[in-house]
């Protein structure tokens, strides 16, 4: 198979995203939770989602990633409670592409923001103060603004990137010295 989207999703979030970004990929392309992903060796181009955890992919998808190291072209994606423009959110996407070797190339990228667990939430409200995760009005607003996400311009954008790189690809053969896209 030429493509599949293989995604990671707890609470749902980045399941939206995968599907809207699997609905216009070329024919053919699979679809898969990450617990039902095929063998590494089956997919050419895998566009990997996973939901963001302490600041890098998910358990579950840093282990899939672990079986990819030979992949030349890898797309990735992902959701989080942070501001898609922050700086964490920024460096997380960094860190997930050093996941994978030098010679593998991130052929596109994107983040959103993902409705946070409730019960996340609730936790951090109860911490005192001082802790460094203690809820302030800025946590709160955060929050409440990840909840209305992924929303339909992010699918929207999500299809956006990928659909962009995969013309890009298709024009421009497997070797073209291409660039990542993003947004
Ligand atoms: C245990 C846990 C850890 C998380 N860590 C982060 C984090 O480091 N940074 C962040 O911005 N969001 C973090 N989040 C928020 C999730 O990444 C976000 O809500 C995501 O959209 C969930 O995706 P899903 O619905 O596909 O599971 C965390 C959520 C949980 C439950």
Request: net charge neutral.
């Amino acid at each position: 198979m030429k493509y599949a989207v293989i995604y990671s999703s707890k609470t749902g979030n980045t399941k939206k995203v995968a599907e809207a970004i699997h609905r216009v990929m070329p024919e053919g392309t699979g679809i898969y939770p990450v617990d039902e992903a095929p063998e590494a060796g089956q997919v050419e181009i895998p566009i990997l989602g996973f939901w963001v955890d302490r600041g890098l992919p998910d358990e579950k998808m840093k282990s899939y990633i672990k079986k990819l190291k030979d992949k030349k072209r890898v797309g990735l994606f992902a959701t989080l409670g942070a501001y898609p423009d922050s700086k964490h959110a920024v460096e997380t996407m960094e860190r997930s592409k050093g996941l994978f070797e030098k010679n593998c190339r991130i052929f596109a990228t994107f983040i959103c923001q993902g409705r946070i667990d409730p019960v996340l939430t609730e936790k951090f409200k109860k911490l005192p103060a001082d802790h460094p995760h203690a809820m302030t009005p800025e946590r709160i607003a955060r929050h409440e603004a990840a909840k209305k996400h992924p929303d339909a311009l992010d699918l929207a954008n999500a299809q956006e990137v990928f659909q962009k790189a995969v013309k890009y690809i298709c024009e421009e053969g497997e070797d073209s010295n291409d660039c990542e896209y993003s947004a």
